[in-house]
T-cell receptor
Framework: EAGVTQFPSHSVIEKGQTVTLRCDPI?????LYWYRRVMGKEIKFLLH????????ESGMPNNRFLAERTGGTYSTLKVQPAELEDSGVYFC??????????FGPGTRLTVT | AQKVTQAQTEISVVEKEDVTLDCVYE???????LFWYKQPPSGELVFLIR??????QNEISGRYSWNFQKSTSSFNFTITASQVVDSAVYFC?????????????FGEGTQLTVNP
């Protein structure tokens, strides 16, 4: 069974540009989460989808971040416009019931 | 608010030594889950264990063992006879079902280096 996949693995963009990160969860997992780790700090929650609905988006830092999950399958996280402080590793996770979340390899975003 | 503290930023040991990674948590929830994840150099987060707040039994899985103590709000992780392949960043995490649902609150991680 394929695990959680994320694309791209690494993205380098300039401040002010737009970047879209993609996450493909494990097939059959209704729950999808986004997290990020900035500057070697703790991994912080961004938001949680149940199928195509946003269950909890309390961790989204501001309105430059837009997450979607079309048809309850893959999800995208768009950052527009990107700022320097957005640099970090963005993780996606999926789960069946929420208690055991399986993480992808992450996307390392560098904003210069 | 929920919080997870991993006071050890980095630990370095020699192969075959035992090592304990500390995790202290704060939550007002009575029902919560505690987790450990491993992040090897390849970058993905690998699930290791989940414990619920009503089960304080210690658990052993091969060379790994976990000590959950509600009295001290700790969920420590011990690796016995460490190996070079154990080198990774280890994260402790918490989800409090009453206040935060299934979202995870992570500690800052402990970088473990096992030297040959």
């Amino acid at each position: 069974e394929a695990g959680v996949t994320q694309f791209p693995s690494h993205s380098v963009i300039e401040k002010g540009q737009t970047v879209t990160l993609r996450c493909d969860p494990i097939s059959g997992h209704d729950n999808l989460y986004w997290y990020r780790r900035v500057m070697g700090k703790e991994i912080k929650f961004l938001l949680h989808f149940v199928k195509e609905s946003k269950q909890d988006e309390s961790g989204m830092p501001n309105n430059r971040f837009l997450a979607e999950r079309t048809g309850g399958t893959y999800s995208t996280l768009k950052v527009q416009p990107a700022e320097l402080e957005d640099s970090g590793v963005y993780f996606c996770a999926s789960s069946i019931r929420g208690y055991e979340q399986y993480f992808g390899p992450g996307t390392r975003l560098t904003v210069t | 608010a929920q919080k997870v503290t991993q006071a050890q930023t980095e630990i370095s040991v020699v192969e075959k030594e035992d090592v304990t990674l500390d995790c202290v948590y704060e939550t007002r929830d009575t029902t919560y889950y505690l987790f450990w994840y491993k992040q090897p150099p390849s970058g993905e987060l690998v699930f290791l264990i989940r414990r619920n707040s009503f089960d304080e039994q210690n658990e052993i899985s091969g060379r790994y063992s976990w000590n959950f103590q509600k009295s001290t709000s700790s969920f420590n992780f011990t690796i016995t006879a460490s190996q070079v392949v154990d080198s990774a960043v280890y994260f402790c995490a918490l989800s409090g079902l009453e206040t935060s649902g299934s979202r995870l609150t992570f500690g800052e991680g402990t970088q473990l280096t096992v030297n040959p």
